[in-house]
Every structure is written in structure tokens, then in C-alpha cells.
């Protein structure tokens, strides 16, 4: 039931909490040649009672969407996805209740190199599952200039 | 620090010729797929045998030109009839466990080889065909600025640096794998 009753015993209808959580936050991550820089960490967390299992070919983070907004408007381009390559057979990621998932992601990824001038972006990642955008509250990314 | 020798085109048409790791006779459609890009890719999975006997499952699209990165890596680009690629995971690893060794150190790679990356459980997210290796002096690992023809996903395919496949670009990470093909491959055929 989506309603919460006031003091007045009148119903007042509240949103529905979304299943799954997702945030994304900065991350130092260094390979082995190095640190990367532009890198952060999507949490995917199950927020409702039940398991929830998301059905995947690629990755689970073939359904994020990370929209990246410059000085000038939108400079992202395609979709995080469009990178991957499938499998034959689906994989499953299950998430028990408030269990969490996490996986670095490069937050300018969807952002051809061409298009990456100094300046303050926006990141804006959301995840799209069981049909309903779920959105991570954004992240800001500087690239400085040249030294 | 020097790139390593001549550059491959990394486009060869090895899939089709008497060099292909796939005995092209044998494709069999199994049946239709769509691949779940935000821009579903539609098209059919079918079975092919391998010259060294076993069975992979490739992908080939309706619109007879879309692959992605495996197609260009094992050269099912090129097979008779329109683009095949193997998929990501056992597939991959049925290919390479029968027509590939690893190449260590990696500092040893050469034009030609193939690199592989590992993802989660026995998943192979990605393949390239290395075209320019570097190597610093004294270091075991390929360099940044190693060039490779890749095919990232539906994105088109280019020769590019390994710094972008690994750094904030592409995020294949660095658990690659070097990989050069086997002649006894080529001697079952």
C-alpha cells in the first residue's frame, strides 16, 4: 500500500520508494600503470524487502545511463552500454534485501575525447530497472587545463 | 621505449581465408537474438565449428555489417556471407583454450597478438588485436601508449591506444591477457 493516513484519518498518497537505490560518489583507482583519473563508483542498493535479481548480457551496469553536462550543455554521446560486448547466456545479479552491488565506472566515459575541455561538468548517472529510471544524485568532475 | 616492430593492419581477412579458426561449413542458425544495446541490434545466433573440432556460438546481425569486438579480434569480420562474432565469456575461452597460447611476459607481445580482457566470473569483456606494442625498458607489462585495432561494443572500430581501453574512457580495467595463435591450429585443418 502507497498511502500513509495523516492525523486526521485522511489518506494522503506518498510516492512509492524505488526497489533500488543508486549512487554514485568519486573514486581513486590506480592500475597498474598508474592512477586513472575521472573514476567514481556506482552502488546499486536493494531498498525493498524482497530479493531482487537483475537479468544481464554484458555487465550489470548495462543499464546505467550516465548524461554529462559541460560548460556549454550536454557533451555525452550514446549510451554507457554501447562499449560492451554480449554473452550467449544471460547472468543474474541478485541482491538480497539491503544488500549492495558496486563497480567503478569512468564518470566521462559517454564523453568523446574531443569534446573534453577544461571546465566543471556534471555527471548524471541513472539506473533503469524493472522499467522505472532511477536516478543518482549527480557528481561534478573538473578538468583542469593544460599545464 | 619504441613500438615493437611492423604494424598489422589488424583488419586481415584471416576469417575467410585457408588461416580462419572457423570451418565456415559448418554454420548452423540456432535461432534469433536481439542484442539489448539502447539501439537493440537484431539478428541470429548460429553455431560453427572450430578447425580444432569444438562448437562456439556466434552472433550475426540482420543488417550484414555490424560485429563487435570479438568478430574483429578472431576474424569472423570477415566470414563468408556477412560479420559473425563469437560471444563474450565461454565462447571466447573455448576459442582461445584451442587455437591461442599466452604470451608471458607481456613485454614479449608482438603485432598480431591478441589481447583479452577478463570481467566478472569467466566473462571476456573485451579483445583487441595489438598493432603497435611498447614496452619501457626494464618493464614486463605493455605501455600506455601500445596501439591496438579494437571494436568497442557498437561503437566503431579504430586503432587506439591502450591508455584509452584502460583508463577513463573505456574502463576495460587492466586484466588483460596477451594471447598469440597457435599453428596446430591451422595444422588440423
Not at chain 1, 549510451?79 to 544488500?99: K, M, N, Q, Y
Not at chain 2, 539478428?43 to 550475426?60: D, Y
Amino acid at each position: 500500500m502507497n498511502e500513509a493516513m495523516t492525523v486526521s484519518g485522511a489518506p494522503v498518497t506518498v510516492p512509492a520508494r524505488p526497489p533500488l537505490v543508486c549512487r554514485l560518489r568519486p573514486k581513486a583507482v590506480a592500475s597498474r600503470r598508474g592512477p586513472v583519473p575521472h573514476m567514481g563508483e556506482v552502488e546499486l542498493e536493494n531498498h525493498s524487502t524482497l530479493p531482487l535479481e537483475i537479468e544481464y548480457t554484458m555487465t550489470p551496469l548495462q543499464f546505467l545511463e550516465l548524461v554529462v553536462r559541460g560548460p556549454g550543455g550536454v557533451v555525452s554521446e550514446g549510451h554507457f552500454s554501447d562499449r560492451f560486448s554480449p554473452t550467449r547466456e544471460p547472468a543474474v545479479l541478485r541482491l538480497l534485501p539491503g544488500e549492495k552491488f558496486t563497480s567503478d565506472v569512468a564518470l566521462l566515459a559517454t564523453v568523446p575525447r574531443d569534446k573534453r575541455q577544461p571546465g566543471t561538468y556534471t555527471v548524471q548517472a541513472a539506473y533503469r530497472f524493472q522499467g522505472v529510471r532511477v536516478p543518482a544524485e549527480p557528481l561534478t568532475v573538473e578538468l583542469p587545463g593544460e599545464p | 621505449m619504441a613500438h615493437d616492430g611492423p604494424r598489422t593492419s589488424g583488419t586481415t581477412a584471416e576469417g575467410a581465408g585457408p588461416d580462419s579458426i572457423f570451418r565456415w561449413e559448418t554454420l548452423r542458425e540456432v535461432g534469433p537474438l536481439t542484442l539489448p544495446y539502447q539501439q537493440p541490434v537484431s539478428g541470429k545466433v548460429f553455431a560453427v565449428e572450430l578447425v580444432a573440432g569444438a562448437t562456439v556460438e556466434v552472433f550475426r546481425p540482420d543488417d550484414g555489417l555490424f560485429y563487435f569486438c570479438h568478430g574483429l579480434t578472431f576474424g569472423g569480420k570477415h566470414a563468408p556471407g556477412g560479420p559473425v562474432s563469437p560471444f563474450s565469456g565461454r565462447n571466447v575461452r573455448t576459442i582461445l583454450d584451442n587455437h591461442y597460447r599466452r604470451v608471458e611476459p607481456e613485454s614479449a607481445a608482438a603485432p598480431g597478438d591478441i589481447l583479452v580482457w577478463r570481467g566478472l566470473d569467466e566473462d571476456t569483456p573485451h579483445s583487441a588485436i595489438l598493432t603497435g606494442p611498447a614496452v619501457r625498458a626494464g618493464e614486463k607489462h605493455l605501455d600506455f601508449s601500445t596501439l591496438v585495432q579494437t571494436k568497442n561494443g557498437r561503437l566503431p572500430e579504430a586503432e587506439m591506444t591502450l591508455e584509452r581501453l584502460t583508463g577513463d574512457e573505456f574502463l576495460y580495467g587492466d586484466s588483460l591477457t596477451v594471447f598469440r595463435r597457435e599453428e596446430t591450429g591451422r595444422v588440423l585443418s
